[in-house]
């Protein structure tokens, strides 16, 4: 990747659609650390990558006020949804990157900053063509390593069989983490359900819930 490519992704990472105080600010080669995403410390931080609309992060946000959440999210129209409802509820434990996460993860924030991460429906792309596309990779399970402290958790999601299959293989091949329950369950109990995954649950989709926990340094 050439650096003048570099610097045109860091130049729109960097540009904020629209103006709120619930946006965090990135300096290039500058990684954020925990002073630096809030202004009181928190018990715990937590990363959702690719928060849509945001349902899954204000319900949790709302029942832990000692949990400091991030939420990385491209689309201006879910980012302005999600700060009219943290708004309404007054919540102050999140913040927000209007970027897209499967650039440069571990340039933005410090080692072992997260207690927890959550990848809820990414992209399956289900040509095989297009598998390079796909965030669950191994080189991706390298970053949420980098990002979570160990002991932290990764919460992963998909509607789709054949990507959740290829994913327990990548950490059956990865003895840095190990599953929490089982390989994967088909329930998430007591946790928030987005609208996305309420539309595939009508639709009858089986989905597939894979919780790992980083077991080594």
Do not use: C
């Amino acid at each position: 990747m050439t650096s003048n490519f570099r610097e045109k992704q860091w130049k729109i990472a960097t540009r904020i659609p629209f103006t709120s105080d619930y946006f965090l600010k990135l300096n290039p080669g500058s990684k954020l650390k925990k002073n630096d995403l809030f202004s009181e410390e928190f018990g715990t931080y937590y990363l959702e990558l690719g928060s849509g609309w945001g349902e899954v992060a204000v319900s949790l946000a709302k029942t832990n006020p000692n949990t400091g959440f991030i939420l990385m999210e491209k689309k201006a129209d879910r980012l302005r949804k999600t700060i009219r409802d943290l708004k309404e509820h007054n919540i102050k434990n999140v913040k927000l990157l209007s970027v897209n996460f499967n650039w440069f993860l571990e340039e933005i924030f410090e080692e072992g900053i997260f207690d927890e991460i959550l990848l809820n429906f990414p992209d399956p792309w289900p040509k095989r063509r297009h598998h390079k596309h796909r965030t669950l990779n191994p080189r991706f399970l390298d970053t949420i390593h980098i990002l979570l402290k160990t002991g932290g958790e990764f919460h992963f999601a998909t509607d789709y069989g054949p990507y959740a299959r290829k994913g327990i293989r990548f950490f059956k091949d990865d003895p840095r983490f190990k599953a929490i329950h089982s390989e994967f369950s088909l329930q998430r109990a007591n946790f928030p359900i987005s609208h996305f995954e309420q539309e595939k649950r009508e639709a009858g989709s089986r989905i597939y819930y894979l919780d790992r926990i980083k077991v080594s340094s």
